[in-house]
């Protein structure tokens, strides 16, 4: 919105991508988008893309199982892997993950 008050003062890209830090191509962009729909067509959109695989009551359960020692889910070492936190996810929710998605569950951005 800090951009939409120096478009509105006339001010150029470069010197509104300068002032605000970002770089002069997002400051078009945004500019025509501006210039379109005004202000409300800078606001942040739902992002897109495929829906996620696990639903939230999912994560949950898998994370109650992490909570658990590996051992007592069958696993010879006390220690979470990728590899096994996949193997439990696909146990308790029937999904398979790939390692980028299992890091995603295990950092708190998936779910």
Do not use: N, Y
Not at 20 to 38: A, D, M, N, Q, T
Not at 40 to 55: E, V
Not at 76 to 97: I, K, P
């Amino acid at each position: 919105m800090c951009a939409v008050e120096l478009f509105e003062q006339g001010r150029a890209d470069s010197e509104v991508a300068r002032m605000v830090g970002i770089h002069p191509e997002s400051v078009r962009r945004w500019k025509h988008l501006w210039e379109r729909g005004g202000a409300q067509a800078l606001l942040r959109r739902l992002a897109t893309g495929r829906s996620p695989k696990l639903d939230e009551a999912q994560v949950e359960v898998v994370r109650a199982v992490l909570g658990q020692r590996a051992q007592a889910r069958g696993f010879e070492a006390d220690l979470w892997t990728l590899e096994r936190v996949g193997m439990v996810v696909e146990r308790v929710a029937g999904v398979r993950l790939a390692r980028a998605s299992v890091w995603r569950l295990l950092t708190g951005r998936l779910g």
